[in-house]
């Protein structure tokens, strides 16, 4: 009885780990979300430096709080970015203080749009205090609202 037990965990197992979904590389969208925490009491945002904004070019830039999102603990900024050809581009994202200008973190993402404007990433470097975040990729009719 108990071999049949663990032939059924093992089962059990194997079924579900075929039925995951992998996100990262596999993801396919034309739009790249950010949701990068912030802190307003440190007079921070977020600015962004896109090499070349033929090929990718910020959508919108929003704050949220926790009030507006219940699984966000802070502040955040949500930095936006819509593909528009294809090509390779390099975004240099960093929290730069609103007074002096000086940059606390810096974050460099190197991305690769496809000819269907598939936007991915191929490099992220840069310094953070946590581990550099990945960004949400989508196409926008996946992402709408609706009522």
Request: charge should be negative.
């Amino acid at each position: 009885m108990k071999k049949i037990k663990i032939a059924v965990l093992i089962l059990t197992a194997i079924l579900l780990i075929g039925c995951v979904k992998k996100v990262g590389s596999d993801t396919k969208g034309d739009t790249m979300k950010f949701i990068l925490e912030t802190n307003v009491s440190e007079d921070y945002t977020w600015a962004y430096s896109i090499m070349d904004s033929n090929i990718i070019d910020i959508k919108s830039i929003d704050y949220l709080t926790p009030a507006d999102d219940q699984t966000l603990k802070t502040d955040a900024e949500v930095l936006i970015f819509k593909a528009l050809s294809e090509g390779e581009v390099e975004i240099i994202i960093s929290y730069t203080s609103n007074q002096t200008g000086e940059s606390k973190y810096d974050l460099t993402y190197v991305l690769e749009v496809d000819a269907d404007k598939n936007i991915k990433v191929k490099e992220k470097s840069g310094n953070y205090n946590k581990e550099i975040p990945s960004p949400i990729i989508y196409t926008e009719a996946e992402n709408t609202d609706e009522e």
